[in-house]
């Protein structure tokens, strides 16, 4: 079977689906892997690297994408003036990327009537088998990891303690909201660059992981069950979000630095910072939203902004992941080689429909779109 790496058209985006490593490790498997020129350049990767590894390199995209039986992406097919990337590929071929699913039903549906197998990266279990090919999570570490960069680089004073001849200056503190896979780096981060950190989360039961990563844990008395099956958080009602709210309001008017993370799979970004509670903030204090795409968890965010309320920055960073695209490509493509092993036997794919990891990350397959959400999805958009 034949593997393209299809490179990503994407304004800013510098990562790249596989990296030589990987590729030489899917060619052991029995693939055979093309690369379009010039794939990994934005990773650091030249084309040269990709062919020592055993791959082939391919000017013509459309040859690329046409003659392959997997296609291997970081972003979903470009699109452009009524025409599309799928249009491309050939009916039965197999399509492995991020392809926001729910945020873009129609796209699915494309696939779908195209016949193409589809894997959406967004939908592999966050599961403790499906680990090595969880790539949302991957890239969502790095995004917790430089949000804190971001906002050391934007704070008017430093993070660490420092005791001179001059005097002693303090650490600077950090919020933390919602300690998921992005909170939990953020946390660490912050720590190593010398912070002192608080942390909330809705669900209780990340308490031990925040206070491993270095951070007190705030309490908040809910009375409503916050956890869903399978241990993720819950999106709770009105009342208990105002209850959170004001319950933050003073760390985050204390705090030198708030990084927002929360979020409940598949829904808008909870509103945990008010404008008013912005206002109460200190002169020079950073927000760093990091659900700004999804609405926000700040009031006064905007999604790939810098904004100014009184005096305090609000920062709301879109596809952080782009930034270090060395990193992320290398987990991406370790977690995408993963996944076409679990897929395959002797380089060829064979799905089987009662494994969990494949049933849930493909999302069509001859011709049907198969994830209810999805379906659900495509019932909204067409009215
Ligand atoms: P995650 O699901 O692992 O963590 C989210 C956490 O938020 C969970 O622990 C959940 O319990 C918590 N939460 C939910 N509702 C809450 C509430 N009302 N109050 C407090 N906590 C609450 O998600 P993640 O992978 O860490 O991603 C976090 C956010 O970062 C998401 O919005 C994601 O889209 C975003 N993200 C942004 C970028 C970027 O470049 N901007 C990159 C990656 C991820």
Redesign the pocket.
């Known amino acids: 079977m034949k593997i393209a790496v299809a490179k990503e058209n994407e304004l800013g985006e510098l990562r790249v689906a596989q990296v030589p490593d990987t590729v030489s490790r899917l060619v052991k498997q029995g693939f055979e892997v093309w690369v379009e020129t010039g794939a990994g350049v934005g990773a650091g990767y030249d084309d040269a690297a990709y062919e020592t590894a055993g791959a082939k390199i391919i000017a013509d995209p459309a040859l690329l994408w046409g003659e392959t039986d997997i296609v291997l992406k970081v972003n979903p097919p470009a699109k452009r003036d009524g025409w599309s990337e799928i249009d491309w590929l050939k009916p039965g071929a197999t399509l492995i990327s991020f392809l926001n699913p729910l945020g873009d039903p129609a796209l699915i549906q494309q696939l779908a009537q195209k016949q193409v197998t589809a894997f959406s990266i967004e939908l592999i279990p ?1 599961s403790t088998r499906a680990q090595s090919m969880d790539a ?2 991957s ?2 570490n790095i ?2 990891y ?2 804190v960069l971001l906002a050391a680089a934007s704070l008017p004073r430093i993070f660490p303690m420092m005791t001179t001849a001059a005097g002693t200056i303090p650490p600077a503190k950090v919020l933390v ?7 939990l780096q953020a946390i660490a981060t912050a720590r190593r660059l010398g912070a002192v950190v608080e942390a ?4 209780p039961t ?1 308490k031990e992981e925040v206070q491993s990563v270095g951070a007190k844990f705030i309490e908040i008395n809910l009375e409503e069950d ?1 956890t869903a099956e399978g241990g ?2 819950k ?2 009602g009105s009342d208990t ?1 105002e209850l ?1 709210r004001q319950g933050l309001s003073a760390y985050i008017a204390k705090a030198d630095v708030v990084i927002t ?5 598949g829904k808008p ?2 509103l ?1 910072i008010t404008e008013e509670t912005v206002a109460q903030m200190k002169p020079g204090s950073v927000i760093v939203d ?5 609405g926000g968890n700040c009031a006064c965010s905007e999604a790939g902004k810098n904004v100014t309320y009184e005096s305090v920055t609000i920062i709301g ?5 782009a930034t270090v695209p060395i990193n992320t490509s290398q987990m991406y493509a370790k977690n995408l080689l993963n996944l076409v092993k679990h897929l395959a036997k002797d380089g060829e794919l064979q799905l089987d429909f009662d494994d969990g990891i494949t049933s849930s990350a493909c999302v069509t397959y001859g011709g049907e779109v198969r994830n209810e959400r999805v379906k659900d999805a495509l019932l909204v958009v067409s009215g």
């Open positions: 966050r949302l999570s890239q969502a995004a917790g430089k949000s909201l919602g300690a998921g896979v992005a909170g909330f989360d809705i669900r990340v916050t993720y958080a999106q709770v979000q959170i993370t929360a979020q409940v799979p970004a909870p945990l990091l659900a700004a795409e999804t960073p879109i596809n952080l992941p």
